[in-house]
């Protein structure tokens, strides 16, 4: 059983559907490898035993009597602890949310729960989803699995680390500027973030309501592409039969190759030659309307993050981790004039990004241009923190501001990741191309 905790989310599923694997079994295989993990209670906010135990009995009845209602119907995974579950708690990573317990299931989560999903529970996150960093002295900060003295990355930092340390077969976090792709790049995972707009956002808390995503942290594309399925109750990207011959990608050469370090920068420079020795066409691109883009989320992000959290924030900003606390309060710089410009000016941005990567299959760049910070000098040197958490998310910021779908792949490097962009909502095309990557790297 233990050899499980180590299985993709699919082929776990093929093992339930073979009558190789019990689904009851299953879960309280990964419930007892929580339950045991000397990190737990640094990965996971809350365990919903009770939830998992039913949700597993039922998957092993409709397994039985073949009525099984995915791939993944019975495998049990994580949820990031900003989508609302009922009768548990919702906190967000942060003292602000305390006792907070929603009534209903975020809508993703009751499309994941009807297709079979077996909720395990509920994982630490930066506070209120903002930092890519993963630190939380409030309620936790997970362990990278590299580097224990490490951050995972964030905000979806115990999404990533309960695969990565084999507590979950797949987590499902959120990405607003990076951070279900920073934690699964750290963690050695493959992370999706979806097109702005596609998932359901009901039910989970938000960030900013024009850049929040969801999407699956994951050991493998095919696990990506059926948990998008789940999420949105619908048919997952068919990935067979793809190849890298022919392909065009272009490597960004604006912005995501600035500052980066020798790891990074290595092992992306080695990940882009197999990709261009398994067939497929490597062309450099500029953008240079990208670098004004990047300019312009401090006002974008901040000024949305502080109006919709103002209120809560300061009737106690003494609750907050005084870093988290200081980049929300950078909204009030901004004025409503200031807001609007910034937006029209990012619409321009896109549209020269849209024609300057026209043609091509993704846009490929380093997922991050650093590896994770040591976490206690990100507690105790503030210019530090600030540093590494704005780098840490440039080149995923990347995604959101042009409004893109994209894809995080492990390179065989730890804690390096290979990006993949693609235009909004071609997450199934995304996926093929990713799974032909994926297949280039290993």
């Not at 993709?8 to 299953?26: K, P, W």
């Not at 309280?28 to 929580?34: G, K, M, Q």
């Not at 650093?370 to 000098?377: G, K, Y």
Request: aromatic share 6%.
């Amino acid at each position: 059983m233990q050899d499980w905790l180590t299985m993709t989310a699919s082929d776990l599923g093929r093992g339930i559907d073979a009558g190789e694997i019990d689904a009851v079994d299953l879960t309280e295989c990964y419930l007892d490898a929580i339950d045991a993990h000397p990190h737990r209670d640094r990965i996971y906010a809350r365990v919903t035993h009770d939830r998992a135990r039913a949700e597993a009995k039922a998957a092993q009845e409709r397994a039985k009597l073949g009525l099984r209602r995915s791939l993944l119907d019975g495998v049990p995974i994580s949820w990031k602890d900003l989508f609302d579950t009922a009768g548990v708690g919702t906190e967000a990573g942060s003292a602000l949310l305390k006792g907070r317990v929603p009534d209903t299931d975020a809508v993703v989560l009751r499309n994941a729960t009807a297709m079979g999903a077996v909720c395990l529970g509920k994982t630490h996150m930066s506070e209120l989803a903002f930092s890519g960093l993963g630190l939380n002295p409030i309620t936790g900060t997970p362990p990278c699995v590299h580097d224990e003295a490490a951050v995972p990355g964030g905000s979806s930092s115990g999404a990533g680390a309960s695969v990565a340390w084999n507590l979950a077969a797949c987590g499902i976090g959120s990405d607003t500027g990076g951070s279900v792709r920073i934690p699964s790049a750290w963690n050695d995972l493959v992370g999706l973030k979806t097109t702005s707009g596609r998932i359901s956002l009901e039910g989970v808390v938000p960030l900013c309501l024009k850049f929040d995503t969801v999407g699956p942290l994951a050991r493998s594309v095919e696990d990506a592409a059926q948990m998008l399925a789940l999420l949105e109750g619908g048919t997952p990207a068919d990935l067979r039969g793809i190849s890298l011959k022919g392909r065009r990608f272009a490597a960004l050469q604006t912005v995501a190759l600035d500052d980066l370090r020798d790891a990074p920068g290595t092992v992306y420079e080695g990940a882009v030659q197999r990709l261009a020795d398994a067939g497929a066409e490597i062309v450099p691109l500029e953008v240079p309307e990208l670098a004004d883009a990047i300019e312009l989320s401090g006002v974008l992000y901040t000024t949305e993050a502080y109006g919709l959290w103002r209120d809560v924030i300061e009737a106690n900003p003494e609750a907050m981790f005084s870093e988290i606390l200081e980049r929300f309060r950078a909204g009030r710089n901004y004025s409503g004039p200031d807001y609007v410009a910034a937006w029209a000016m990012l619409e321009s941005c896109r549209a020269a990004w849209d024609a300057a990567t026209a043609g091509f299959d993704a846009v490929l760049a380093p997922t991050a241009p650093i590896t994770p910070p040591n976490l206690e000098r990100l507690l105790n040197d503030h210019d530090y923190f600030v540093a590494e958490n704005l780098l840490a998310l440039r080149n995923t910021r990347i995604g959101n501001l042009m409004g893109l779908a994209a894809l995080t792949l492990p390179t065989g490097t730890p804690s390096c990741g290979l990006m993949l962009l693609s235009p909004p909502d071609t997450e199934e095309m995304l996926l093929r191309v990713g799974a032909a990557v994926e297949a280039a790297l290993t």
